[in-house]
């Protein structure tokens, strides 16, 4: 197969790039660069800087094969950036790494590889995919390693790009793409994954926002179930649903945020057991084994990266959007993350909640 590979600098895509060219196929490396989005921005420290294209760029000269960098700022900026800040400013909270995936690395990194005449991408990503000869279709799958697996954030994948994607990693464990890296000499083969979102580093989401559209967050009121003020907030941004710390109100017992009003820039603080609800509405949909679901179907899903999964139902209405009904309430179901459906081990589908 002619594949690109996309290198970020970090071990799990170098050792992908390594298991494909030692099986024998047709690749090349590629690097796409982020941090010229905005001139006023500096996150040389951050996810794809100089030091990662430097460390990408000698694996592939260790495994002599063609290198490219292309500069993705613009696509970045349009299609991670702004979708991040408006989230925010809509009283979401939202996950840039799965419109990273959705935009850049499978969608724009997926045009530019076949222009350059390697019609298959493959990433480091823990995760696999198999067709399915009985249905016709591609299913994504959970990685072997299920501390690493990261199918949530690749939930929407269509089938046509499923059809040009590999995942090298998913047979694999951490430890043993390290083991790998190093046997061959890889300089980054115990380098530290990255964390957090790669343009905030310092997780200061609102003074990101606050710097990336020249605006100051506005303050508002912080209110109670009956709407009785009980104190002012620095702006929207700042907090998200469930938060009970670093609210910077004390109104003598813990208290949770229960909900964000963008329009009247309310924040409602309750108690943590109003936070649970068993039911949600989900937009901008991608089922993965089939069309779309037509029937009430059994399903195991997730509300956020990090949350256990939950037995629940799920169906699209006439509209295409998703309604998820969970046996047990969930707790603090937010606006703006994505619920990703499974059945064992395969990736149903999921979409954006509303």
Same mark, same amino acid.
């Given at each position: 197969?002619?594949?690109?590979?996309?290198?970020?600098? $970090?071990?799990?895509? +170098?050792?992908?790039?390594?298991?494909?060219?030692?099986?024998?196929?047709?690749? #090349?490396?590629?690097?796409?660069?982020?941090?010229?989005?905005?001139?006023?921005?500096?996150?040389?420290?951050?996810?794809?800087?100089?030091?990662?294209?430097?460390?990408?760029?000698?694996?592939?000269?260790?495994?002599?094969?063609?290198?490219?960098?292309?500069?993705?700022?613009?696509?970045?900026?349009?299609?991670?950036?702004?979708?991040?800040?408006?989230?925010?400013?809509?009283?979401?909270?939202?996950?840039? #790494?799965?419109? #990273?995936?959705?935009?850049?690395?499978? $969608?724009?990194?997926? +045009?530019?590889?076949?222009?350059?005449?390697?019609?298959?991408?493959?990433?480091?990503?823990?995760?696999?995919?198999?067709?399915?000869?009985?249905?016709?279709?591609?299913?994504?799958?959970?990685?072997? &390693?299920?501390?690493? &697996?990261?199918?949530?954030?690749?939930?929407?994948?269509?089938?046509?790009?499923? +059809?040009?994607?590999?995942?090298?990693?998913?047979?694999?464990?951490?430890?043993?793409?390290?083991?790998?890296?190093?046997?061959?000499?890889?300089?980054?083969?115990?380098?530290?994954?990255?964390?957090?979102?790669?343009?905030?580093?310092? $997780?200061?989401?609102?003074?990101?926002?606050?710097?990336?559209?020249?605006?100051?967050?506005?303050?508002?009121?912080?209110?109670?179930?009956?709407?009785?003020?009980?104190?002012?907030?620095?702006?929207?941004?700042?907090?998200?649903?469930?938060?009970?710390?670093?609210?910077?109100?004390? %109104?003598?017992?813990?208290?949770?945020?229960?909900?964000?009003?963008?329009?009247?820039?309310?924040?409602?603080?309750?108690?943590?057991?109003?936070?649970?609800?068993?039911?949600?509405?989900?937009? &901008?949909?991608?089922?993965?084994?089939?069309?779309?679901?037509?029937?009430?179907?059994?399903?195991?899903?997730?509300?956020?990266? +990090?949350?256990?999964?939950?037995?629940?139902?799920?169906?699209?209405? &006439?509209?295409?959007?998703?309604?998820?009904?969970?046996?047990?309430?969930?707790?603090?179901?937010?606006?703006?993350?994505?619920?990703?459906?499974?059945?064992?081990?395969?990736? %149903?589908?999921?979409?954006?909640?509303?």
């Amino acid at each position: 197969m002619k594949i690109a590979v996309a290198m970020s600098g $970090g071990v799990d895509s +170098s050792v992908a790039a390594y298991l494909l060219k030692a099986r024998g196929d047709d690749i #090349c490396g590629v690097t796409f660069r982020i941090n010229k989005y905005n001139a006023a921005l500096d996150i040389e420290n951050s996810c794809l800087s100089n030091e990662d294209t430097e460390f990408a760029k000698s694996v592939a000269d260790r495994l002599g094969i063609e290198y490219h960098v292309l500069n993705y700022g613009e696509n970045f900026r349009r299609d991670v950036l702004d979708r991040f800040v408006c989230t925010y400013i809509q009283g979401g909270t939202p996950n840039p #790494c799965i419109d #990273c995936n959705r935009h850049v690395k499978f $969608g724009a990194l997926l +045009s530019e590889s076949a222009a350059l005449g390697y019609p298959n991408i493959a990433t480091g990503h823990y995760a696999k995919i198999e067709y399915d000869s009985g249905s016709g279709r591609y299913l994504l799958k959970r990685a072997n &390693d299920t501390k690493k &697996d990261q199918t949530y954030m690749l939930y929407t994948l269509t089938q046509d790009r499923l +059809s040009r994607i590999v995942f090298p990693l998913g047979e694999y464990t951490k430890a043993q793409i390290r083991e790998i890296a190093a046997e061959n000499g890889f300089e980054n083969a115990n380098r530290r994954d990255s964390q957090d979102i790669c343009f905030v580093p310092d $997780g200061d989401y609102a003074a990101f926002i606050e710097k990336y559209t020249g605006k100051k967050d506005l303050p508002g009121n912080f209110i109670d179930c009956e709407g009785n003020v009980l104190g002012v907030h620095n702006g929207i941004m700042h907090y998200t649903i469930g938060q009970g710390k670093h609210l910077g109100i004390s %109104i003598g017992r813990k208290a949770f945020v229960t909900a964000i009003d963008p329009e009247t820039r309310n924040i409602t603080l309750g108690d943590n057991s109003m936070l649970f609800k068993k039911e949600l509405v989900a937009d &901008d949909v991608n089922i993965i084994v089939a069309d779309r679901l037509d029937t009430r179907v059994r399903v195991s899903a997730k509300i956020r990266y +990090s949350a256990k999964e939950a037995l629940a139902w799920a169906v699209q209405d &006439d509209n295409g959007l998703l309604h998820i009904e969970f046996d047990e309430p969930q707790r603090a179901i937010t606006k703006g993350q994505a619920v990703v459906m499974y059945d064992g081990d395969t990736v %149903i589908g999921g979409g954006r909640i509303l």
